[in-house]
């Protein structure tokens, strides 16, 4: 073989090499919406006491911020954001 043609070969086999030793990525966390229609057993819309005691690491009234004995989506996403990790 030609010295191009071997310099060539040899560039594209480490760059499959290189690329073999990559990780995958992590799988994608469930979306919030998911994880709230899942716990949204009824399909009421809202997830009430009976449905989950906690979310998060939040009792149940402390996530009802309007007491309406009812969780909203909106009252959902916000006590998960306050107990996620921060990002970094």
Request: with cysteine.
């Given at each position: 073989?030609?010295?191009?043609a071997?310099?060539?070969?040899?560039?594209?086999?480490?760059?499959?090499?290189?690329?073999?030793?990559?990780?995958?990525?992590?799988?994608?966390?469930?979306?919030?919406?998911?994880?709230?229609?899942?716990?949204?057993?009824?399909?009421?819309?809202?997830?009430?006491?009976?449905?989950?005691?906690?979310?998060?690491?939040?009792?149940?009234?402390?996530?009802?911020?309007?007491?309406?004995?009812?969780?909203?989506?909106?009252?959902?996403?916000?006590?998960?954001?306050d107990?996620?990790?921060?990002?970094?």
């Amino acid at each position: 073989m030609k010295p191009l043609a071997l310099a060539t070969l040899a560039a594209m086999s480490v760059g499959l090499l290189g690329a073999c030793d990559q990780r995958p990525e992590r799988p994608a966390q469930p979306s919030l919406l998911t994880t709230f229609d899942k716990a949204d057993v009824n399909k009421d819309g809202v997830i009430e006491q009976h449905e989950a005691t906690s979310i998060g690491d939040r009792q149940f009234a402390d996530v009802d911020t309007d007491d309406n004995q009812a969780v909203s989506f909106d009252e959902f996403e916000v006590a998960l954001q306050d107990t996620a990790p921060p990002r970094g």
